[in-house]
């Protein structure tokens, strides 16, 4: 009803009031007795039809009114709606085009060290997180963890307002409160006041935090993170007298020695370091050399998985080992009376490294103890190394000259000691992760005024007199620097979701006195302070485009290993043989604790458990067998007095007499997603033994637990699956993988024809780590849902691209392969011909596309499909909350309930490249379309493109003898193959050592 | 009635029992619906029935709610009960048209005394299966894409697939065995109508024997109705399970993917399809005293083609365990090794106990001709094919190709409340049609009197 005349109310009402009894009235116009309202009725609802003549309706006027019916009744739907005025953008923001995401640099911050990332940003919405090509820690590539952290800013359960004592409280009364007990603390100079934060590099929180020492002399900084570089310092130290970071050039290094550490998963630089090592590993393009890697390691890692020779042993074994290879390379270490063996594995070691000489690494772990890394240090100098694959510079953190572990000794002892009024603490989550001995929580509760800042109401945010909640970093501005000392100044890309005090610059710039200080101009303020460039607008604004500050790597410094020191360092005897050992190592997905409430991070199955939701016990089938354990037995452990309870999953490959428990588990007050969720191991951890603890007795409960994993059956079962060679093999028999494929049947149907494109993907088997940063890349482009534990039993987790570990050979010491799986989209797909109402087609281009708003879930295709890459939305997964709505990539359907989804090649990416591509009038370029797993990547293992275009780097990969299919004899014609894995055995090893 | 009757001179015992006359078979059948007192067994067979039908019900409500995720099915076991089910079910509605169809074409007239109740069997077991394909659907709401309605978007289904063959499969079962179903009833229910004493009674009757008088052309009508009706649903009873049987075939799984599906398959239900008309005639005989109308000789026809078509499913066991070995395929080789000694192996052994040896039995006379032995062996062949279904939709997916992605399906709750719900529906149905049609063809019964005891 457009055009409507007013309404006369008082009309109205006095006709209500003359109405006798109940009546019913549909509207007011109704009761109005409007001429539009009566008009409308006869025209809704035709009692009598005004065309409806009964004297004069023959048979044809009957049609035509029945027909003329017919055609009209879609047009009721064609009422004009009410005139509802919205206001356009008149003046559009500034870049956006709706449609258009825009991309931004900023970098994501993990244990204090920096990754170079471009956020893509929809409308506003910060939707997905790629490395950045220019970033040397990312160049292009991420990892798991800096994927899912997407997720976490829209993560309903972060802290959303100030907690006075866990009580709601306002921004204004805590600012009232920090300045009265400020005011107090001005007066003394700040005695009693200490600050807690976890490792810093950021240069800007680095001088406030001068500054703030300066204005509060007689204040203490403490620093403490529980996966903490420690002994990694405390090794430069004793090597070099003066703490110095140290880079690896893996480029460079053709033997590289991983001693307890997985290098290319985690720490600083891991993903640069993936891309460098696999750069040497990859042989496809008729290379017939790539670098060896040698692992010893005290728990099953990525880099043991991949290693050509890997070393399982009690973690204070590493060692006595390292001390011997040194001595076979003539530094005169003590070496420990007692041999434990593997000589024949350590001479073909030793030798090698010999032969190698400034080709060679040796990579120690952070869990390893300083000595170790100083032997480490020692031995990269005998063999030449420094300065080709190993490089020192000044420490990247600020002020790391007090190890972790004491800082924090020396706080909680102050605390004890009455000397402590006043305690901020910037991020982390002390009361959960301290060490059990410090007692954390319980001093804390000792300390008048405590402040956290954090990104959750944790458990220590519940232990303090104020929690005040922290931006997320995609919120914030900030700094950091990499693991070369290369600076990126972090942009927010949306305003707090939340609020509070958005940042540690923010409070720390309060606490020095500032009245509303922005962290934008707290950092934009030191970097003009600091910066060389006479021109600080262009470099402000070049160094937040390219997402690092130019020229700002630390450069290599000349260092000598003081050798005397090292010598020095006296060997200590190893523990029993039948001691048992407890390795605590952090876990991949969760961390220590920090992603427990990222969903997606909680559902990655970790690498070579497949474990989801929860942490377990790592014990290898031999102790299993000799405690008689079996998968899920509850088990406690105990030592020292202290106890704590896990189920146990037996893992091939783990070293015996050891048992590897993960911190980050067992959360209290995580959120609804990371509470109560595996067991804490905090319990029995110690600020002396971080990272282990021997003489611990285990003992079956006698209960169970159930374990989520996502891979059940381990071993090949004699199929070619996985097809591997060693380097030797390959390179007498190039074809190996391909050899024995069958010819491609005849058929009786034509082949389908491509004109345009034809796209297809090739995954590297030598250059896969197995690190699932492609897992959660997917995940976060396609609006994966999560399923949750129970659905994980059950078998129902989404994932598009999951990884494949199986085993081969003994179960004490397999050997492990990964395979990454997506979608094959089949030329011949079998899931296409089994759909009965052609939800899932054969495109112009060759992919096997799903269209989701056609299934109707008879998952007839899932169990034709070979591959079962096929996953099933078996109940309701995708959520309307509303912020993790936000999230939703909108380029791809977020789909409900009882429809079938798959791996679509990216699909939305391959549009988006094609209209660009059309409307310069042009054909998409090779590596114009790059997958979300293949940009995430860190060693390059993925690749995509046009296979019509001979040129481009798919067709050489795919013509490459390498390049196999997998289940081809099905005759499903995959687009999706692998490069057989080759890997570089030293032949003179003995391998049973 | 014209038609020539064959004389079966081997067999010894009476088709119909000594002593009845057209008066009597009527007189007794007509009784047994419009004055008899339904007997208490009945209602209280009836009353678990209605129970279980309403907790088939409340199944299907919360299926509607949650989805099909209240299953224990997942990937890569993506067909669980849903599938079994509705195998096990068209199976056992085969017996209805083979007895009524194909032996009336062959001219086998002891058929007359169970066909009628076989032929209710097979429509409500048709039901009961038709349900499944419908609830197992991720978006049930949206289920007749799968038929080929014209629409807007010019969108056909997808004829390659054999899900949309089963449609039409189920769909022209169904109606081709109602149609022949209710045209066999109209003479009886004229019969009926005649019979009546209540006036309501009379009208319903009257109005479902659609002015059936007895004329001879209604008689020479019907006939020939009859007769073409059995011509249409002969090829039926073929193409039926074998369609149902290339949903399997059809794809490329270990287990499925096998040519010797279709006949294996409708022998099975044939089999299936005669122990469950055994399982019912066997009570409501001894229940309503039909022991005359439906004869020792009967039972033992039926168990006999049971041990044949029985017989037939051993073959289609060993034939696929041979070509498991003799195709060297390694995945052919693994599924065969993995149905035996699998964590599902206890299921393959109680389907050869069951369907296989158990049944061995019904060569000795003395067994054939024992109610309560051939009783327990039809319960037994039933189960067996249920098993015999376990087996090839989940033995066979849980266990394929990638070892990565192998897992087990354990049914839940849900399953067995929606599979013993359909069971539930199933004997409400049959409660029902016993208590409101004449159970037993009475005009054709007559037919047997001229020959009887030859």
């Known amino acids: ?993 | 009635m014209k038609r020539e009757n064959t004389v079966d001179t081997v067999e010894t015992a009476p088709l119909i029992g000594h002593g009845q006359t057209y008066g009597t078979i009527t007189d007794k059948i007509t009784a047994d619906v419009l004055e008899r007192k339904t007997p208490r067994g009945m209602l209280v067979g009836l009353a678990i029935a209605f129970v279980l039908t309403m907790v088939l019900f409340i199944s299907i409500g919360w299926l509607m709610i949650k989805g099909v995720g209240i299953w224990g099915i997942n990937i890569p076991v993506a067909w669980g009960f849903a599938i079994i089910n509705l195998v096990w079910w068209i199976g056992i509605g085969h017996a209805g048209t083979l007895i009524s169809a194909i032996l009336l074409l062959l001219n086998q007239h002891w058929r007359n005394s169970i066909n009628r109740f076989a032929e209710a069997m097979t429509l409500f077991a048709v039901g009961c299966a038709a349900l499944f394909p419908l609830l197992h659907l991720g978006r049930p709401w949206v289920f007749y894409w799968i038929i080929p309605l014209p629409d807007t978007m010019a969108l056909w289904p997808q004829f390659r697939s054999p899900l949309t063959w089963d449609v039409f499969a189920i769909t022209t079962y169904f109606t081709v065995s109602f149609m022949f179903w209710f045209v066999g009833l109209v003479p009886d229910l004229a019969t009926m109508r005649d019979t009546a004493k209540k006036k309501w009674m009379k009208i319903v009757y009257g109005v479902l024997a659609m002015g059936w008088r007895g004329s001879a052309r209604h008689w020479h009508r019907y006939e020939m109705a009859y007769l073409l009706l059995a011509g249409l649903a002969t090829p039926l009873v073929i193409s039926v399970h074998s369609v149902i049987s290339f949903d399997f075939s059809v794809s490329v799984l270990p287990g499925w993917h096998a040519t010797i599906f279709p006949p294996y398959f409708v022998a099975g239900a044939i089999y299936s399809g005669f122990a469950m008309v055994l399982c019912l005639v066997i009570p409501v005989r001894k229940v309503y005293g039909l022991q005359d109308f439906v004869t020792d000789r009967h039972m033992d026809y039926m168990a006999k083609v049971m041990l044949a078509t029985g017989l037939i499913v051993a073959y289609g066991y060993a034939m696929e365990a041979f070509f498991a070995w003799y195709s060297g395929n390694e995945f052919e080789k693994y599924m065969m090794f993995n149905r035996t000694q699998g964590p599902y192996g206890f299921i393959y052994w109680g389907l050869l106990l069951t369907n296989i040896a158990i049944p061995q039995l019904l060569w000795i006379g003395r067994i054939r001709k024992n109610m309560v032995w051939l009783f327990l062996i039809s319960i037994t062949i039933n189960i067996g094919m249920w098993l015999e279904r376990f087996v090839i939709v989940v033995t066979s997916l849980h266990r394929d190709f990638l070892p990565s992605s192998w897992d087990m399906y354990y049914p839940t709750i849900w399953d067995w409340a929606t599979y013993i719900g359909t069971i539930g529906l199933f004997l409400c149905l049959m409660f029902l049609f016993i208590r409101l049609m004449p159970m037993i063809s009475i005009f054709e019964l007559r037919q047997l009197l001229p020959w009887r005891g030859k």
């Open chain 1, 1 to 993: 009803m457009s055009t409507t005349t007013p309404l006369d109310l008082h009309q109205i009402r006095a006709k209500l009031q003359s109405k006798q009894g109940s009546e019913y009235w549909r509207c007011l116009e109704e009761l109005a007795e409007t001429e539009e309202f009566r008009e409308f009725l006869h025209r809704e609802f035709p009692r009598e039809a005004s065309v409806w003549d009964d004297s004069s309706m023959g048979r044809r006027q009957f049609l035509m009114l029945m027909g003329a019916s017919l055609a009209l009744a879609g047009l009721n739907a064609c009422t004009k709606q009410p005139d509802e005025k919205i206001i356009p953008f008149v003046r559009s923001p500034e870049l956006v085009t709706p449609g258009v995401p825009l991309s931004f640099a900023t970098a994501m911050v993990h244990g204090g060290f920096a990754t170079g990332i471009l956020v893509t940003s929809h409308m506003g919405r910060p939707t997905k997180i790629e490395g950045n090509p220019d970033h040397p820690a990312s160049l292009g590539a991420t990892d798991a963890f800096t994927q899912a952290s997407i997720l976490s800013l829209y993560d309903p359960d972060r802290s959303q307002v100030p907690l006075n004592r866990g009580l709601i409280s306002t921004r204004d009364k805590f600012l009232q409160a920090l300045s009265q007990s400020l005011q107090a603390k001005r007066a003394n100079g700040g005695a009693g006041l200490r600050i807690l934060t976890e490792t810093v590099t950021s240069p800007t929180l680095g001088d406030q935090l001068a500054r703030l020492l300066h204005q509060f002399p007689h204040a203490r900084w403490h620093r403490y993170e529980p996966v903490t570089l420690d002994s990694v310092r405390e090794g430069a130290r004793i090597a070099f007298g003066w703490i110095m970071s140290t880079r690896y050039h893996l480029d460079k290094a053709d033997i590289v020695l991983a001693l307890d550490s997985d290098f290319l998963t985690h720490g600083p630089g891991a993903v640069r370091y993936a891309r460098d090592f696999a750069q040497k590993r990859k042989v496809a393009g008729g290379k017939q050399t790539m670098n060896r890697l040698y692992s010893i390691e005290s728990s099953p890692t990525n880099v043991g998985a991949i290693a050509d020779h890997r070393l399982g042993v009690r973690p204070h074994e590493v060692e006595s080992l390292i001390r011997r290879i040194a001595r076979g390379l003539g530094i005169p270490v003590q070496t420990p009376a007692e041999s434990d063996g593997h000589d024949s594995w350590l001479a073909a070691l030793v030798q090698d490294l010999r032969t190698h000489q400034g080709s060679s690494v040796v990579i120690p772990g952070p869990y390893q103890p300083p000595a170790v890394h100083a032997l480490a240090h020692a031995i990269n100098e005998r063999l030449g190394n420094v300065g080709k694959t190993v490089s020192y510079s000044d420490p990247v953190e600020i002020q790391p000259e007090q190890s972790q572990a004491e800082s924090l000794r020396e706080l909680v002892s102050d605390i004890r000691d009455g000397q402590v009024d006043m305690l901020v603490i910037m991020g982390g989550n002390p009361v959960y992760h301290a060490p059990v001995d410090l007692d954390f929580g319980g001093a804390l509760a000792s300390v008048a005024f405590s402040i956290h800042l954090g990104l959750y109401a944790d458990e220590t945010a519940a232990e303090c007199t104020w929690h005040v909640p922290q931006a997320h970093y995609l919120e914030t501005w900030s700094d950091a620097r990499a693991y070369d000392g290369t600076a990126t100044i972090v942009q927010p890309l949306i305003t707090p979701l939340y609020a509070g005090v958005s940042s540690d610059h923010e409070l720390l710039e309060l606490m020095l006195g500032a009245a509303e200080p922005k962290s934008y101009d707290i950092v934009r303020d030191f970097w003009r302070r600091h910066s060389a460039s006479r021109d600080f607008e262009t470099f402000w604004k070049t160094s937040l485009h390219d997402g690092l500050v130019a020229g700002s790597a630390f450069p290599s410094r000349n260092v000598r290993v003081r050798m005397k020191e090292v010598q020095a360092l006296s060997a200590k005897n190893d523990a029993p043989k039948d001691e048992l050992c407890l390795v605590f190592r952090p876990d991949p997905t969760v961390w220590d604790g920090r992603y427990a409430n990222n969903g997606w991070l909680q559902e990655l199955p970790k690498p070579l458990t497949t474990l989801t939701w929860d942490n377990a016990v790592l014990v290898s089938p031999a102790t299993a067998g000799r405690f008689g354990l079996q998968n899920e037995d509850v088990v406690e452990i105990s030592g020292d007095g202290r106890t704590i309870f896990g189920p146990v999953w037996i893992t091939p490959g783990h070293p015996d007499q050891t048992a590897t428990v993960h911190l980050g588990y067992g959360r209290a007050k995580a959120g609804r997603v990371g509470s109560k969720r595996g067991f804490s191991v905090q319990a029995i951890r110690t600020s002396n033994s971080p990272w282990w603890v021997s003489g611990i007795r285990i003992i079956r409960t006698g209960a169970k637990a159930r374990l989520a994993v996502t891979q059940h059956h381990h071993l090949m079962e004699g199929r070619n699956l996985v097809r591997s060679a060693s380097l030797a093999e390959y390179v007498a028999t190039p074809d190996f993988a391909s050899e024995h494929q069958p010819a491609a049947q005849a058929s009786l149907y034509p082949d389908h024809e491509y004109d345009g494109y034809a796209w297809g993907m090739s995954i590297d088997l030598s250059a896969c780590t197995g690190c699932n940063a492609c897992v959660i890349a997917c995940q976060a482009e396609n609006n994966i849902p999560i399923v949750g534990k129970d659905q994980v039993l059950a078998g129902r987790e989404m994932h598009w691209i999951r990884i494949d570990r199986y085993y081969k050979g003994s179960l004490d010491d397999p050997e492990v392969v990964f395979q990454p799986v997506t979608c094959m989209h089949c030329e011949n797909a079998p899931c296409e011909v089994v759909c009965p109402v052609a939800a899932t087609v054969h495109d112009s281009e060759g992919l096997n596309v799903m269209v989701y708003n056609r299934c109707i879930g008879t998952r007839y295709c899932s169990n034709n499909c070979p591959y079962k890459v096929r996953r099933f939305n078996f109940l309701q997964y995708s959520t309307a909350e509303p912020t993790l709505a936000m999230q939703k990539n909108p380029e791809v359907t977020v789909r409900s309930r009882g429809v079938m989804e798959k791996c679509s090649y990216c699909v939305q990416r391959i549009s988006a490249a094609r209209i660009a591509a059309k409307k310069e009038g042009r054909e998409i370029r090779d590596g114009e379309v790059v997958t979300a797993c293949q940009a995430a990547c860190p060693s390059q293992a993925i690749v995509f493109g046009n296979l019509n275009d001979p040129e481009s780097r798919i067709a050489g990969l795919k013509a490459d003898p390498l390049d196999y299919g997998l289940l081809t004899e099905l005759n499903t014609k995959p687009r999706t193959s692998y490069l057989a894995r080759v890997t570089n055995p030293n032949r003179e090893q003995d391998i049973s050592a």
